[in-house]
């Protein structure tokens, strides 16, 4: 049994602003000509798309076709240098940056490579939801954290946690210390923590790239998971298998531009684009004179 304040039924007082900003429906994303760049390099040029709730959409591309960058301006760690990004129609870019931040924490990114805290495993699934708290309640969880529980009457870690863990196959794991974890499990304690704040849209960079066929396993279910939760998911890949798994729509990004967007069959089977063809055929997309002698 947990306390109210750690269920979906907390006191009003106890809600977050972000909280207070979630609709009833799951917010939708859409890139309108969006372009960035650097010290006058274009890295993405003009790219258009939506990603709807309950969607799961892949990016599949060479390196450095942009790929990442594209993620980082869909989680607005970046603002675009042209076009527009919008979530439920509104421009983040064009909000204070506290309203902005407020649109920020209903989405959630897992980066290519694990990056925990040296603590237990369930805080770090939590810190995420711990800094969305108002501060009555962040104090009432630092003593919590001080005081034995028998004096808090709070249980050792909240359902929510071990939910998010659970969804990664480590309910178990949640007193581990990070440093007893293999690179698999500490990739799905990430995507726990992702999960663990309840975002709308999930951006994930590579999150299986280094991981072994049964870690790999795990996390495309959780994602599927995420997916029936009614979460928008945007991915990047280098796995073309993985990308016709467990995609609604694939889009191929080749040297900063989105040439086709489609569904699985269309891209990997019957792509429009020659330029999708000869990259799904694994042909090389660059001129002899650009390879090493």
């Known amino acids: 049994m947990v306390d109210n304040y750690e269920t979906d039924e907390r006191p009003l007082l106890e809600t ?12 939708n994303l859409a890139l309108e000509d969006v372009s960035y760049g650097v010290d006058g390099t274009e890295i993405l040029t003009e790219i258009s798309l939506a990603l709807e709730s309950g969607e799961i959409m892949t990016i599949i591309g060479p390196s450095g076709a942009g790929k990442t960058t594209l993620l980082r301006l ?6 675009p240098t042209g076009g527009t990004i919008r979530y439920d129609g509104t421009d983040p870019w064009a909000l204070s940056r506290d309203d ?39 104090i009432r969880g630092f003593l919590e954290r001080l005081l034995p529980r028998r004096f808090t009457g709070s249980p050792a870690v909240d359902e ?19 440093a007893s974890l293999s690179g698999g499990e500490a990739q799905r304690v990430s995507f726990a923590r992702a999960l663990a704040v309840e975002p709308e849209v999930l951006v994930l960079d590579e999150p299986t790239s280094d991981l072994d066929p049964r870690n790999t396993a795990i996390l495309e279910r959780a994602i599927e998971r995420s997916r029936e939760r009614d979460h928008g998911v945007l991915l990047a890949t280098h796995d073309m298998h993985q990308a016709e798994r467990i995609s609604d729509r694939v889009a191929v990004l080749l040297e900063g531009e989105l040439v086709e967007v489609g ?12 330029r999708t063809a000869r990259f799904v055929r694994g042909d090389l997309l660059y001129d002899d004179n650009e390879l090493p002698a």
């Open 74 to 79: 869909a989680a607005l760690f970046e603002q």
């Open 100 to 138: 902005r931040l407020v649109i920020r924490r209903r989405i959630g990114m897992v980066f290519q490579q694990a990056s925990l805290f040296d603590a237990p495993v369930a805080r770090n699934v939590d810190i995420g939801r711990r800094v969305r708290w108002p501060w009555p309640r962040r």
């Open 16 to 27: 977050t602003a972000t909280d207070r900003h979630r609709g009833d429906q799951p917010m």
């Open 160 to 178: 929510r946690t071990l939910e998010a863990l659970e969804l990664v196959g480590l309910r178990d794991a949640w007193d581990r210390d990070p």
């Open 263 to 274: 569904p699985p069959g269309q891209v990997f089977e019957k792509p429009r684009d020659e």
